[in-house]
């Protein structure tokens, strides 16, 4: 794998995180995709070789619950998302070379030969584990059937993951108090044979794999926690039929299958194989990118999901005898209107509602690619969206290219018959640089601020040369002015093209651009227009202030509309309090006053907010509680603004243990409520230290 700058001599292949086929697409899942696509046809633009492969999620149990209860089987719930997948995404001009799935032959036979290979370099070995047991169903309980308490953290969390805490990957058996989510009911461990990969035996390698790694901070800092520290060796099996079963147990009915986070990946390289059959490999050789040194492996994915593509994937890779990933670029979330995403409550804008209310899919392509850097979060409303559209693409792109190209062919029935001067064919120059630095940076917002700022300048120069003032005054003047400003729409076309495929085509088309703006390089933005051609059409509109009115009270309304539902089945199915945000059973157990009295509740103040880095999910907290300021670690980070924290009342546990997390401190817990982390405070003003009782 090299690290010269792209283009390389070496076939390039570009990944993104595969959508798990359990419900429909939203804006969170698009950005992913869109981005992982702009990327791929951003390095096609500087001429290196490469292929954008991704396919569907098919496994894991999410997908077996899901199913069950439809009363389907888990293929047939699995395959009916696959598709509507396969459908949407061409939609907004998502253009995979492939787009396959973890259930079908390839990557079946794939994952089986590649464990065989571990198994056969003395990677996978057996061992007995105590694995969560359902007594009533008489079942296993693997990854999301069980849920409990994390044994690092003491938040909740599943049986794979702490995702609402640290979020640490767990392995079977670790959760504490288990909990049957097949019936609600306490599970208990029991002992049964499962089969691990020694990643432990691969921390020096990862070690110097995470130093040449390249991609977004977040990708290249996270994972060193776990691979400078204690790196344990990794359960790939579960007690589950419904999966890859493990080679060589086909025909066993002992229902163990590999745990999804073995196949899932490796439909990478069977995505990228069925491509390469498809178009042959004199076109495309997918053994020239996952088993040759020269090979460039990008994926795009959540960050949610960074340790297993950095610690799991490389490892598995490397014992298998397959090339490691040159670059991993980790996605930030998406809020709506500042607050979290949830598809529970309807707070979302969904992909087909997107397409439905007749938007471009240029629109949003341009809106998630640009609104911040990749791995920055990133909130949709739609008053930013009409806000990015309006002043960016019909303000300065569009503005642009309809105001010259209508004056170049009023005035001269095309482009004027001159030379480019040399400062606009400089500037031109400048943004190429800009996306090729962009490219080399995995900055995908850079890919479109190239094309963004040749737009403006574009602006400013017609604007300060008014060459309509210099028709008659300066006719060749205005010859040059007008010869230059075709020739920045030229560039303008091939510079969108990674971003807004479909508005760059009708550019390209109206200057008449040589060849296909979707297969032409960097160097076509200096290649000559035509000397004629017809009167163009403005390539983007705005969007007016009512219809975003319009688009606002529909998501309320929905919203609203979800949250009577979630009132209606609270009054027709119980009598008490429950709903579907599925709260706690009340404990039996009590405790006394004097108990009670022993917990030290405080009054506190947010001082300062700040991430930890490597944690998702954490914040360093400084709480002043009158006597004291304490350090606290606390989860509050994808669900309040951190610069929002600081002056916030609190009520903190003082006399709580300390912990550790991530390596800080934490001297106490701030309480909140809910799976939106709502503050505990006091009605009052109670001065701080005051004694919660």
């Not at 359960?235 to 419904?242: A, G, L, Q, V």
């Not at 809106?367 to 002043?391: H, I, P």
Request: glycine share 8%; aromatic share 8%; charged share 30%.
């Amino acid at each position: 794998m090299s690290h010269e700058p792209f283009p390389t001599d070496g076939t390039a292949v570009v990944t993104c995180g595969l959508p798990y086929a359990n419900g429909d697409l939203h804006v969170g899942h698009l950005r992913g995709y869109v981005g992982a696509d702009v990327y791929n046809r951003a390095l096609g633009k500087l001429g290196q070789q490469t292929a954008y492969v991704c396919g569907s999620d098919m496994h894991g149990t999410p997908i077996a619950v899901n199913a069950a209860e439809q009363g389907v089987s888990p293929e047939q719930f699995a395959l009916e998302y696959h598709e509507q997948y396969q459908e949407t995404f061409p939609k907004f001009d998502i253009d995979f070379d492939n787009y396959g799935h973890t259930d079908d032959e390839t990557n079946t036979e794939l994952t089986r030969d590649i464990v065989r290979t571990l198994e056969s370099e003395g990677y996978v070995y057996e061992k007995e584990i105590m694995v969560a047991f359902d007594p009533e169903e008489g079942q296993a309980l693997p990854d999301r059937f069980v849920e409990g308490t994390c044994p690092y953290c003491g938040e909740q969390a599943r049986g794979d993951e702490c995702d609402e805490g640290c979020g640490r990957h767990l392995e079977p058996g670790e959760i504490e108090d288990p909990v049957s989510t097949v019936t609600g009911n306490p599970a208990e461990y029991r002992e049964r044979t499962h089969k691990f990969f020694r990643v432990s035996e691969l921390q020096e390698y990862l070690q110097g794999f995470i130093d040449r790694l390249e991609g977004t901070d977040n990708a290249r800092n996270q994972p060193r926690e776990w691979i400078e520290g204690e790196l344990r060796d990794w359960c790939i099996t579960r007690d589950m039929d419904w999966g890859i079963d493990y080679p060589g147990d086909e025909d066993e009915e002992d229902d163990l299958v590999l745990y999804v986070w073995v196949d899932a990946p490796i439909e990478y390289i069977s995505s990228t194989k069925q491509y390469s059959e498809r178009v042959g490999a004199d076109t495309y050789d997918w053994e020239d990118v996952w088993t040759d040194d020269d090979g460039q492996i990008v994926h795009v994915i959540g960050r949610d999901i960074i340790q297993h593509h950095t610690v799991f994937w490389p490892a598995m890779l490397h014992a298998a005898g397959y090339t490691e990933p040159r670059a991993v670029a980790a996605t930030g979330f998406i809020t709506i209107n500042g607050k979290g995403l949830s598809t529970s409550r309807n707070r979302a804008i969904w992909a087909q509602e997107y397409l439905d209310e007749g938007f471009h899919p240029d629109l949003l392509r341009y809106y998630l690619a640009t609104n911040g850097g990749l791995q920055q979060d990133v909130d949709f409303s739609w008053e930013k969206f009409q806000s990015r559209v309006n002043s960016e693409l019909v303000g300065a792109y569009g503005n642009f290219a309809y105001r010259s190209l209508l004056f170049a062919q009023r005035n001269y029935g095309g482009t004027p018959d001159c030379e480019v001067s040399p400062e606009v064919s400089e500037r031109i120059d400048e943004a190429l640089s800009d996306f090729r630095d962009a490219v080399n940076d995995y900055s995908v917002r850079g890919v479109g601020q190239a094309a963004l700022e040749l737009a403006r300048f574009g602006n400013e120069y017609i604007q300060s040369e008014e060459p309509w003032n210099l028709v008659d005054d300066d006719p060749d003047r205005a010859e040059q002015v007008i010869r230059d400003c075709v020739q920045l729409s030229v560039a303008l076309a091939v510079l969108f093209e990674p971003i807004a495929p479909d508005t760059a085509e009708r550019l390209y088309d109206q200057v008449g651009g040589d060849g296909d703006v979707h297969e032409v390089t960097l160097e076509a933005a200096h290649d000559a227009p035509a000397a004629e051609f017809g009167e163009p059409d403005e390539l983007v509109t705005k969007i007016e202030d009512e219809r975003v009115a319009e688009l606002n009270e529909k998501l309320e309304q929905r919203i609203a509309e979800s949250a009577s539902d979630d009132e209606a089945d609270e009054d027709s199915e119980t009598t008490d309090h429950t709903d579907d945000m599925d709260l706690e059973p009340l404990t039996d157990d009590r405790i006394s006053f004097d108990d009670f009295q022993d917990l030290d509740l405080r009054v506190g103040r947010i001082e300062s907010a700040e991430p930890i880095e490597g944690a998702d999910k954490l914040l360093r907290l400084e709480v002043d509680i009158g006597v004291e300021t304490r350090q606290v670690v606390a989860g509050l980070r994808q669900l309040h603004d951190v610069d929002d924290l600081p002056g916030t009342r609190v009520v903190l546990v003082a006399n709580m243990e300390k912990s550790e997390l991530f390596g800080v401190e934490s001297n106490g817990m701030v309480l909140a409520a809910g799976e939106e982390a709502d503050l505990l405070t006091t009605h009052g003003d109670a001065p701080l230290g005051t004694k919660v009782r």
